[in-house]
Structures are given as structure tokens and as C-alpha cells.
């Protein structure tokens, strides 16, 4: 039976459509799959967390935190030596030192317990990420305190006769050891949210580079600490979260 131009035309065009249906159904199914595949992977390692990985990843990122503080603490002793009055200091109860460390040592601590939540796959962080805020929060509250009851004369000399570059510069140096060592750390595990992890990441290197400064440095002022210290930490958050998905995915 032979068939019309028109017909021919109309039979022409229901097989390519259906060849394209079957192609674009086909990539489809395909590009499911996949997706499947991963999502089933990811939801099978967090099912299959037992107490001992998770147990694994706490001492993996515990033994990082204490490798990246002996380190860095030995570079900022050889290179910055420790301050002459340390001793002083904390004998006499200086409210501005130990409120440095009580601020710097809350970041390290939040950043960790993060850090540890997010090693392990498809586990939820206990702690919602205002929470790590908190510490650069109040510091920045008590900073502008301090600077609100000083004399308005002496706002300028806070500012000017404070050392910003040898801070920012000498806590960036003191950081990247720490940076360093917890991102290996953290590619022996398996976090999936890279951009959070390599956030706290950052976080943590950012307090233990502050940390050792602290240490190493002389005083200063509360709105210095509330601002130096703060952009160093949040400079290195902020570098964790651009670098985590190239320096933490899987390979």
C-alpha cells in the first residue's frame, strides 16, 4: 500500500520523536540513577556509623587540633618568643588577656565540635552555625563598649598606635600550619559538606594562629583584640570556605 507525501511526512515524524522520547527518557533514567547511586552511598555510610568511626574521627580531628597547636606553638616561641610579663599577667588576673583566650578559645572549641559532626557522613551538626558566631559577636559588642566608655580624645591613639599589619600578617603566618594539618585530617574522613567543614576549618587555624599571638605579644586594648583578631579569624573562615570543596572533596 503506498503512502501520501503527507502521510510519509507524518510517519517520518512520529519515528523521530519517538527515537528523541526514548533518547531523552534514557538520559533521564540515567542521570537518576546516578543521582540514586550517590545519594544511596551517602545514606548507607551514615546508617552504617558505628560508635567506633565515629570514635575514629573525634581522635583524628582531637590528635589534628593538639598536632596544630604543638606546631604552631613552637614556631610563634622560636620566631616571636614568649611575652616577658606572661607570668605577670596572669598572676595579676588581667581581665583583657583572659578575655582574649576565653574568645579565642570558644572559637577553637565550637569550630571543633563542628569539624567533628561534619566528618562523618550525613550526620547533622548539633550546633546551628549562629551559635560559632556568638564569640566574634560579643567580642565585637565589648570592643565598641570599651571603646564607648574611653575618652573621646583617646579614640585616635587606640586606634593609630596599635600594631594592625605585624597582627594581621603574624596571625595569618602562625594560622596556615594549623590550616594545613586539619584539612589532612580531614581528607582521611569523609565529610560531604565541604564548604561548611572548610569553614571551620579555617575557623580553627584562624583561633590556634591567634592564640599562639596572644601569647607571644604584649597587650593591647579590647577594641583592638575585638577587631584585629576577629578579621584574622573570619579571613581564614572565609578562605576555608572558598578552598573546602577543592581541598576536602574526594579523590
Known amino acids: 500500500m503506498s503512502l501520501s507525501n503527507p502521510d510519509r511526512r507524518r510517519l517520518l515524524f512520529a519515528s523521530t520523536f519517538t527515537e528523541r522520547s526514548r533518547h531523552c527518557l534514557g538520559g533521564l533514567v540515567m542521570r537518576r540513577t546516578r543521582l540514586m547511586q550517590t545519594n544511596d552511598l551517602i545514606d548507607t555510610l551514615s546508617a ?3 560508635p567506633g568511626w ?13 598536632l596544630s597547636y604543638a606546631v604552631v606553638i613552637t614556631i610563634a616561641l622560636v620566631w616571636l618568643g614568649i611575652r616577658t610579663d606572661l607570668l605577670q599577667t596572669v598572676l595579676a588576673g588581667d581581665f583583657a588577656f583572659f ?3 576565653t574568645f579565642i578559645i570558644s572559637i577553637m572549641i565550637l569550630a571543633l565540635i563542628c569539624l567533628r559532626d561534619l566528618a ?6 548539633r550546633l546551628p552555625p549562629i551559635v560559632t558566631l556568638l564569640p566574634l559577636l560579643l567580642m565585637g559588642v565589648l570592643g565598641l563598649l570599651d571603646l564607648a566608655i574611653a575618652p573621646f580624645e583617646e579614640w ?6 596599635e600594631p594592625w599589619i605585624s597582627c594581621l ?6 594560622a596556615l600550619p594549623a590550616f594545613v594539618i586539619t584539612t589532612l585530617a580531614l581528607r582521611m574522613l569523609a565529610p560531604t559538606d565541604l564548604r561548611w567543614a572548610g569553614l571551620y576549618v579555617g575557623l580553627f587555624s584562624g583561633g590556634i594562629g591567634a592564640l599562639a599571638y596572644v601569647l607571644c605579644s604584649d597587650g593591647h586594648t579590647i ?4 577587631t584585629a583578631y576577629t578579621s584574622a579569624i573570619s579571613a581564614f573562615a572565609a578562605l576555608g570556605l572558598l578552598l573546602g570543596p577543592h581541598l576536602l572533596r574526594w579523590s
Open 54 to 66: 565515629f570514635t575514629s574521627a573525634a581522635v583524628i580531628i582531637s590528635s589534628a587540633a593538639v
Open 99 to 101: 578575655l582574649r583566650l
Open 48 to 50: 552504617d556509623v558505628r
Open 169 to 174: 600578617s603574624q596571625i595569618a603566618v602562625l
Open 156 to 161: 585616635s591613639l587606640q586606634v593609630v598606635r
Open 223 to 226: 577594641i583592638f583584640s575585638a
Open 120 to 125: 562523618v557522613p550525613g550526620r547533622r551538626m
